[in-house]
């Protein structure tokens, strides 16, 4: 069974750079992309990005320029740093597993959320 | 990004079906069979119940079914029950590299 556990600041400040880290239990880590995803307050679901064991990474264009997903391999983690905050990137941020097949992909597996609140 | 496209909400009676759909274009919903569904309940983890356009992943009741025609993916719950009730979101690929979520569709069930 695959377990995602994650963990970062809750609390940040306009201007600040949000740290989120998922540790990765239970999977071959190098098999699947991994990948974050969140949910601002009353609103859907936005993927931010995705990053391979190898590092090679996919990011939302609307989020690129402030989006770095880094991976750890030795600890089975995978990061994401979010900088120049605005009250608008407070969300629950999700990490997720991207299985794929040979005809598509979906997230398979989720970690619990964690709320991030950007305000001065 | 644009989002895929689904109704902001619908309603059912216990024991009905309902259908939620999910629209988007040739470069997403229309150019691969790499649709998927969520179900998400307030304060938990959004959990696969579709994958593949219409395979249900282990576990997930056969009550959920999903199809797809052109531009548009649907989902259809069938004998609905008080533990349906909550969020639902579509997913695809959009352009190979990039991933893209409807909107959500809230569930009543009456």
């Known amino acids: 069974q695959v377990q995602l556990q994650q963990w970062g600041a809750g609390l940040l400040k306009p201007s600040e750079t949000l740290s989120l880290t998922c540790a990765v239990n239970?999977?071959?880590?190098?098999?699947?992309?991994w990948s974050w995803i969140r949910q601002p307050p009353g609103r859907g679901l936005e993927w931010i990005g995705e990053i391979n064991h190898s590092g090679s990474t996919n990011y939302n264009p609307s989020l690129k320029s402030r989006v770095t997903i880094s991976v750890d391999t030795s600890r089975n983690h995978f990061s994401l740093k979010l900088s120049s905050l605005t009250a608008a990137d407070t969300a629950v941020y999700y990490c997720?597993?991207?299985?794929?097949?040979?005809?598509?992909?979906?997230?398979?597996?989720w970690g619990q959320g964690n709320l991030v609140t950007v305000s001065s | 990004q644009s989002a895929l496209t689904q109704p902001a909400s619908v309603s059912g009676s216990l024991g009905q079906s309902i259908t939620i759909s999910c629209t988007g274009t040739?470069?997403?919903?229309?150019?691969?069979?790499?649709v998927s569904w969520y179900q998400h309940h307030p304060g938990k983890a959004p959990k696969l119940i579709i994958s593949d356009v219409n395979t249900r992943p282990s576990g997930v009741s056969y009550r959920f079914s999903g199809s797809k025609s052109d531009n548009t993916a649907s989902l259809t719950i069938s004998g609905l029950q008080a533990e349906d009730e909550g969020d639902y979101y579509c997913s695809s690929y959009r352009n190979t590299t990039s991933r893209v979520f409807g909107g959500g569709t809230k569930l009543t069930v009456l």
């Open positions: 239970g999977e071959s880590f190098s098999e699947h992309y």
């Open positions: 997720a597993r991207l299985y794929c097949s040979s005809t598509s992909c979906y997230f398979d597996y």
């Open positions: 040739s470069s997403d919903v229309g150019c691969y069979n790499s």
